[in-house]
């Protein structure tokens, strides 16, 4: 078998949103999921919140549902299993509430927006996936914006067919930005469905872990935090 090697410089990067370039640990979803339960009597963790993190997030709702823990609180709260209906309650509930914390936590990592500009003096582009619909992205884009962050192209979950772990959104950023190859992009993502989605779409995949949500830290926790 012959390995498939790159030809020719890296042209695009695609990065994904939250707890990559903006919002430290991902806390906007986790606070929006676990409020939006919250609104329909049922507690859910944050690890619980946590563990579908990079999924579309009408599918999160579902994959929050599909868990023991929460499909059991359900149940004891509501007196039925969950069905779709109460996923689409949930999923509004989420949206709502996601809008008001994306506000809150959209602070840029440091150092992605110097990580970027050297990207770009290279002539590299630079793309964007999310799990987020259009819907919320309309709110956060400017946010970022406002600080110095505007990719050159944004596809969100609601855009394509299917989300991560399938390779859509990578694909969609790569003809839209004149990719060579996919030989030549880059995901860097920080959700291992993320990761897998460009490795599905031929692309080199570049996991980042201090400020994502396998960690789930903020900021000034993970700062707090000793050598050890």
């Not at 790159?6 to 949103?17: E, M, N, S």
């Not at 009408?58 to 868990?67: F, G, P, S, T």
């Not at 039925?80 to 996601?98: K, P």
Request: hydrophobic content about 45%; glycine content about 10%.
């Amino acid at each position: 078998m012959t390995l498939s090697v790159l030809q020719g410089p890296v042209t695009t990067v695609i990065f994904d949103w939250a707890g990559t370039v903006l919002d430290f640990g991902c806390i906007a979803p986790v606070n929006a999921f676990r409020d939006a339960f919250a609104q329909a009597g049922v507690e859910i963790s944050e690890a619980e919140a946590r563990l579908p993190m990079g999924a579309a997030k009408r599918e999160h709702v579902a994959l929050i549902l599909a868990q023991e823990g929460p499909q059991a609180r359900w149940q004891a709260r509501h007196g039925r299993v969950s069905d779709e209906a109460d996923v689409d309650g949930l999923y509004a509930a989420f949206l709502h509430s996601d809008a008001e914390n994306v506000a809150i936590h959209s602070g840029l990592i440091p150092g992605a927006l110097e990580t970027i500009a050297v990207l770009r003096a290279r002539g590299i582009a630079i793309g964007s996936t999310t799990g987020y619909p259009r819907s919320v992205m309309q709110g956060l884009m400017p946010l970022a914006a406002a600080q110095g962050y505007s990719p050159d192209h944004c596809t969100t979950v609601s855009d394509v067919a299917r989300g991560r772990p399938y390779p859509d959104m990578v694909l969609d950023n790569a003809l839209a930005l004149g990719a060579a190859s996919m030989r030549s992009c880059v995901v860097v993502d920080d959700s291992p469905t993320g990761l897998t989605a460009g490795r599905a779409a031929g692309a080199w995949a570049v996991g980042i872990v201090a400020s994502g949500n396998e960690i789930g830290l903020s900021l000034e926790a993970w700062q707090a935090l000793s050598e050890e």
